[in-house]
T-cell receptor, first 114, second 116 residues
Framework: AQSVSQHNHHVILSEAASLELGCNYSYGGTVNLFWYVQYPGQHLQLLLK??????LVKGIKGFEAEFIKSKFSFNLRKPSVQWSDTAEYFC????????????FGQGTILTVHP | DTEVTQTPKHLVMGMTNKKSLKCEQHMGHRAMYWYKQKAKKPPELMFVYSYEKLSINESVPSRFSPECPNSSLLNLHLHALQPEDSALYLC???????????????FGNGTRLTVT
């Protein structure tokens, strides 16, 4: 079965620390991968997406993610976090043949202390 | 602010009530989705409409009945719900679903549903 898993349930960092959130997927064939962010009381917003091509994907707000096919991973990174990055982060994936059918990971709550 | 509007924001209903959730988008998207999100859980897909036709139903109980009256509107009709159906119901849209390049999804703020 297709699945997406996130390793960390809750990550706590201080401002200016570097961030890496893990995401692994299990899909056969072509895969589309996304990172969404949900700020407290707000809707899910797209941070970045990977469909094909350059495995290093840059998104909004200084986030990037790297697709590593051999590791079935799509980890989210940011070199220096800010207090305003406090939110819940979801990795999501869909197979290239099941359009519109996204599976979400369990989510990672990021708390950034000033 | 999101470009996908959901109403109401909060809804409390009894198990014998009939209610509807509404979703609207004016981005010209031709695919619309209903997701359900329980507390501390990720969103789970319920239904997908593509060009106003139901294309995916994730084995959702019949007490949830989706409707897509036109390309901008998506409804979810609720009848005889159970307390365990209490959750955040999210609507989303995408350009269409026939090509993966037309993802990603744009989400609304959700309707917080409580079934008593």
């Amino acid at each position: 079965a297709q699945s997406v898993s996130q390793h960390n349930h809750h990550v706590i960092l201080s401002e200016a620390a570097s961030l890496e959130l893990g995401c692994n997927y299990s899909y056969g064939g072509t895969v589309n991968l996304f990172w969404y962010v949900q700020y407290p009381g707000q809707h899910l917003q797209l941070l970045l997406k990977y469909f094909s091509g350059d495995p290093l994907v840059k998104g909004i707000k200084g986030f990037e993610a790297e697709f590593i096919k051999s590791k079935f991973s799509f980890n989210l990174r940011k070199p220096s976090v800010q207090w305003s990055d406090t939110a819940e982060y979801f990795c999501a994936g869909g197979s290239g043949t099941s359009y519109g059918k996204l599976t979400f990971g369990q989510g990672t709550i990021l708390t950034v202390h000033p | 602010d999101t470009e996908v509007t959901q109403t109401p924001k909060h809804l409390v209903m009894g198990m014998t009530n009939k209610k509807s959730l509404k979703c609207e988008q004016h981005m010209g998207h031709r695919a619309m989705y209903w997701y359900k999100q329980k507390a501390k859980k990720p969103p789970e897909l319920m239904f997908v409409y593509s060009y106003e036709k139901l294309s995916i139903n994730e084995s959702v109980p019949s007490r949830f009945s989706p409707e897509c009256p036109n390309s901008s509107l998506l409804n979810l009709h609720l009848h005889a719900l159970q307390p365990e159906d209490s959750a955040l119901y999210l609507c989303a849209s995408s350009q269409d679903r026939r090509s993966s390049y037309n993802l990603p999804l744009h989400f609304g703020n959700g309707t917080r549903l409580t079934v008593t």
